[in-house]
T-cell receptor, first 115, second 111 residues
Framework: EPEVTQTPSHQVTQMGQEVILRCVPISNHLYFYWYRQILGQKVEFLVSFYNNEISEKSEIFDDQFSVERPDGSNFTLKIRSTKLEDSAMYFC?????????????FGPGTRLTVL | DAKTTQPNSMESNEEEPVHLPCNHSTISGTDYIHWYRQLPSQGPEYVIHGLTSNVNNRMASLAIAEDRKSSTLILHRATLRDAAVYYCILRAPGSARQLTFGSGTQLTVLP
């Protein structure tokens, strides 16, 4: 069964450093998402991406964040200058078609620890 | 987006049915009711969705009240692997928009 994969599973970085989180969505999916979950808190939406551009973003997704689909298979989230409060699990998701259900498939997540 | 209300936690015994309720009294006429779950240390996972009629799939059943102001996710025989946080989420039709997760219901399955 196709699945969303994410690398690395755990990333440790120093405050102020740039990090890139990588995702390989399910092939033939058209919509891509990043969510995050701070330990013990709700899953929060960051950004959605369709047709090579951002379709929605939350207030969390400020100028420090960017997304890219560089090669037609990978989908990346970059944080330019990490802060302590960026420590969280980051989940990538993808979905297929603009339909009435549009199930989102989530990856296993990348745990980001900012020291 | 219309709001959903779920109990913070529920317990069930292994091999017994579990009924997880969700209230959505402000649901619009076209919103679909989706359920996702999040197993420990994993990403969320789609469970089931419905509009008006009750729905069944290999994972669960979804019972929707006639007035659509509430719904119940039914796990017919809970296993230890079903211990997770279950989220009830409303979505507009044809929507590729974000999922808005609430706090969900933490289901504990007792052996």
């Amino acid at each position: 069964e196709p699945e969303v994969t994410q690398t690395p599973s755990h990333q440790v970085t120093q405050m102020g450093q740039e990090v890139i989180l990588r995702c390989v969505p399910i092939s033939n999916h058209l919509y891509f998402y990043w969510y995050r979950q701070i330990l013990g808190q709700k899953v929060e939406f960051l950004v959605s991406f369709y047709n090579n551009e951002i379709s929605e973003k939350s207030e969390i997704f400020d100028d420090q964040f960017s997304v890219e689909r560089p090669d037609g298979s990978n989908f990346t989230l970059k944080i330019r200058s990490t802060k302590l409060e960026d420590s969280a699990m980051y989940f990538c998701a993808s979905s297929g078609y603009r339909g009435t259900y549009n199930e989102q498939f989530f990856g296993p997540g990348t745990r980001l620890t900012v020291l | 987006d219309a709001k959903t209300t779920q109990p913070n936690s529920m317990e069930s015994n292994e091999e017994e049915p579990v009924h997880l309720p969700c209230n959505h009294s402000t649901i619009s006429g076209t919103d679909y009711i989706h359920w996702y779950r999040q197993l420990p240390s994993q990403g969320p996972e789609y469970v089931i969705h419905g509009l008006t009629s009750n729905v069944n799939n290999r994972m669960a059943s979804l019972a929707i009240a006639e007035d659509r102001k509430s719904s119940t996710l039914i796990l017919h025989r809970a296993t230890l692997r079903d211990a997770a946080v279950y989220y009830c989420i409303l979505r507009a039709p044809g929507s590729a928009r974000q999922l808005t997760f609430g706090s969900g219901t933490q289901l504990t399955v007792l052996p």
